[in-house]
C-alpha cells in the first residue's frame, strides 16, 4: 500500500519536491518504527481497539511525524500545512488502513457520537458520487478515447482528480474547518504535505499552479509491516477509503455503493 492522498489522488500533476533520503537520525527513528510494527504483529492483539495495541500505533504516529521533521528539516523545504487548513481534506483518501478506521470510528462514538447520523449520511453520497463519477469515466469520457490516449491514463487518477473537484469536504470536518479526528487522522493524511501557500493546495489551482506538495512516507519495508498488520485486522474486503470504510465502523454495517477497491 502506498501511503496517501495521495489522500489517493492528491498527487499533483508536476513534479513533486524531491526530499532528500533519510539522514543518520531519521534512519534511527525509521528503525524504531519497525521494531515498534514488529512487536504489533507479535503480539497479535484480538482486536486494533485493545488498548496496548492502541498505545503501541499512537507510538508509531510519533515517530513518524519526528521521522517527517528530520528529513524535511534536512531539505530545501518548509511545511506551510496547519491544524485548520482543510483544502486538501476534498480529497478521497485511501490507503487507510484497517485498524486506523476501527480507532477512528471509535473516537467519534466516544466523543462525537451526536454526528453520527450526519457524518454517515455525507459519507453515502460521497460514495455515491463517487459511483456516478466511476459510470460516468466509462460512458462519456473514456469510450471514444483513442487506444494511445487510454495507455497513457490512469483511471484511477482520473477519477480521483474528478472527485476532487466535487468540492466534497471530508465529513470529520468540523464548520470551521478542522480536523475532528486530528487525534487519530490516518497516516495517509499525516504523509501529505505542503511546502508552498496553502491556497494553492485549492481544487482550481492544485493541478495548473506551482502547488509543492508531497508525500512524506514511510520505507518500503515499513509498509510491507503496515499491510500485514492491515489484513490482520481487515473486516472489509480490502477496502481502505476512508469515506467508505467509516460507515461499518461507526454504524456495524456495509452499504456504501462505491466497494470497488482504489
Ligand atoms: S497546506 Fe495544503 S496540504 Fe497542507 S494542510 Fe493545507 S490544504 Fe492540506
Ligand atoms: S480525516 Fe481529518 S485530515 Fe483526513 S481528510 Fe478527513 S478531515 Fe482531513
Known amino acids: 500500500m502506498q501511503t496517501k492522498c495521495a489522500p489517493a489522488g492528491a498527487a499533483p500533476v508536476h513534479d513533486e519536491p524531491p526530499l532528500p533520503p533519510p539522514n543518520k537520525k531519521a534512519r534511527a527513528l525509521h ?3 519497525i521494531i515498534q510494527l514488529k512487536n504489533l504483529l507479535s503480539r497479535n492483539a484480538a482486536s486494533a481497539l485493545d488498548p496496548v495495541f492502541k498505545a503501541g500505533y499512537s ?7 519526528a521521522y517527517q521533521r528530520e528529513i524535511i528539516a534536512s531539505s530545501d523545504y518548509r511545511v506551510t500545512c496547519g491544524k485548520n487548513c482543510p483544502l486538501c481534506c476534498f480529497h478521497w483518501v485511501a490507503d487507510v488502513y484497517s485498524f486506523e478506521a476501527a480507532m477512528i470510528g471509535e473516537y467519534i462514538q466516544n466523543h462525537l457520537p451526536q454526528n453520527i447520523p450526519a457524518m454517515c449520511a455525507a459519507l453515502r453520497e460521497d460514495a455515491r ?7 460516468m469515466l466509462d460512458e462519456r469520457v473514456l469510450k471514444d478515447a483513442r487506444p494511445d490516449t487510454l495507455r497513457e491514463l490512469d483511471r484511477d487518477d482520473l477519477l480521483l482528480e474528478g472527485f476532487y473537484q ?5 465529513a470529520l ?34 493541478y495548473y499552479h506551482e502547488a509543492l506538495t508531497c508525500l512524506c512516507t514511510l ?24 469515506r467508505t470504510l467509516l460507515p461499518y465502523y461507526l454504524e456495524g454495517f456495509r452499504d456504501c455503493i462505491f466497494k470497488r477497491i482504489i
Open 31 to 33: 528503525g524504531k518504527i
Open 129 to 135: 458520487l463517487l459511483q456516478t463519477l466511476d459510470d
Open 173 to 206: 470536518l468540523d464548520e470551521r474547518g478542522a480536523c475532528t479526528v486530528y487525534a487519530v487522522r490516518p497516516m495517509s493524511c499525516r504523509s501529505y504535505v505542503s511546502f508552498s501557500d496553502p491556497l494553492l493546495c485549492d481544487p482550481d489551482t492544485i
Open 59 to 65: 507510538t508509531i504516529l510519533e515517530l513518524f511525524a
Open 166 to 170: 466535487l468540492r466534497r469536504p471530508c
Open 219 to 242: 520505507e518500503p519495508q515499513a509498509d510491507e509491516l503496515l499491510e500485514e498488520l492491515h489484513a490482520r485486522y481487515d473486516r472489509c474486503e480490502g477496502d481502505t477509503s476512508l
